[in-house]
């Protein structure tokens, strides 16, 4: 029999989570503390905190799209995808996002995150292993603890040292996870690389596209088809409706086996109420748009480009971007805060990245390009960043 165990007093009802002070107390010394700060609309700050690469978040025609859904649809999806919360417009959206992308079939999330969650659970499990990149996704890393797998952590964009996880794995079945383009620091994944090693040693590739897609391959195809994977059969990839398309919601792409698992086997697709009616006509008006305007993609590569050399002219230490991701790093957690305030207190809106958001555990502020910045947008953004940046 079991031992028992320790024989704890009663805690007084408002004393149960005292705990949570000397954590927020434990945060605060450490320059770590978060809040949420409501936006206006019509801000006249200059956006370079989200993720609307391409500009279409306010489009007309995407906003226009959404509204009028809403009204013939309603306000939500009322279901899970498999009882009421498949429409007309989801199915809709799947092919004509396949068919960009290059891939056999897709099936929208809710968000991004749950694809990824989605994804990673339902092609793996107990007997499976999984080598996920040390720099991948929280949604990534979320869904290998999920997954009940064998999980190892490979060294930051280096095949060879996948190569060797999956060499002395105790599994057979096999699962290798990465970002195409990394959220924080922008760099890209050496993802034919990342695929010879797969073949080698018989994984499948499952590949996070969400900063890749709507700016990197041909008329913003991703970098899934710029590395001439898509359409794969053992390639998968996951994107977000909320990047490019300026929406909301997520997507897996792959062969049509694997999406027919998902719809069988993903419990985060048969549990979670359906993507919203309204999001699922923005993401495909964005998606006609792009297709419209294949040039916008390239806007988006020139105005980050633009925007780091700026920066690392100034003195600043920037990243070297591969899409519209541009970090620039910072002392210390309190200097990034304080770098970002003044930055939005001269009209800049930046992203402050931090542990336990930044994988190597350096603070820096995080900056993205869009389609819509003119180069006085860019020049103002360097000028300001530079002028108020943290002094040695």
Request: charged share 20%; glycine share 10%.
């Amino acid at each position: 029999m079991n031992a028992p165990g320790p024989a704890f007093a009663a805690t007084p009802p408002d004393q149960v989570f005292d705990w949570l002070d000397a954590e927020s107390t434990r945060r605060a010394q450490a320059g770590l503390t978060r809040r949420l700060t409501p936006r206006r609309p019509g801000s006249d700050h200059l956006d370079l905190a989200g993720n609307d690469y391409l500009g279409l978040a306010r489009d007309k025609r995407v906003a226009s799209a959404a509204a009028a859904a809403a009204l013939r649809w309603g306000a939500g999806a009322t279901g899970s995808r498999l009882v009421s919360g498949s429409t007309e417009l989801h199915a809709e959206l799947e092919h004509e996002l396949a068919r960009f992308c290059g891939t056999q079939a897709a099936l929208v999330f809710s968000s991004g995150f749950l694809a990824n969650l989605g994804a990673v659970t339902a092609l793996s499990g107990a007997e499976s292993a999984i080598v996920a990149d040390k720099h991948s996704h929280a949604s990534l890393i979320e869904g290998c603890r999920l997954s009940r797998a064998d999980v190892a952590a490979a060294t930051h964009n280096d095949p060879r040292a996948v190569a060797h996880a999956l060499s002395t794995r105790r599994k057979r079945q096999a699962l290798v996870v990465t970002d195409s383009v990394f959220s924080v620091d922008g760099d890209l994944a050496p993802l034919p690389e990342l695929s010879e090693v797969c073949r080698a040693h018989g994984a499948a590739l499952l590949v996070d596209d969400a900063h890749g897609f709507g700016v990197l391959g041909e008329g913003g195809r991703g970098a899934v088809y710029e590395a001439g994977l898509a359409g794969e059969p053992d390639v998968v990839t996951t994107i977000t409706l909320c990047t490019a398309l300026g929406a909301q919601g997520g997507a897996v792409l792959g062969p049509r086996r694997v999406i027919k698992h998902l719809v069988d086997s993903a419990r985060i697709f048969a549990f979670d109420t359906g993507l919203a009616p309204g999001s699922a006509a923005a993401a495909l008006a964005a998606l006609r748009v792009l297709k419209q305007e294949p040039e916008l993609p390239g806007k988006v590569l020139t105005a980050a480009q633009t925007l780091a050399g700026g920066l690392r002219e100034a003195g600043l230490r920037v990243s070297t971007p591969h899409a519209a991701v541009v970090s620039v790093l910072a002392p210390d957690p309190g200097a990034a805060l304080a770098w970002a305030e003044a930055c939005a207190e001269h009209g800049i809106r930046v992203g402050c990245f931090r542990p336990p958001s930044v994988p190597d555990g350096v603070s820096r502020l995080r900056l993205t390009a869009r389609a819509d910045l003119t180069e006085s947008d860019v020049d103002r953004a360097v000028k300001v960043i530079s002028e108020v940046a943290p002094r040695a």
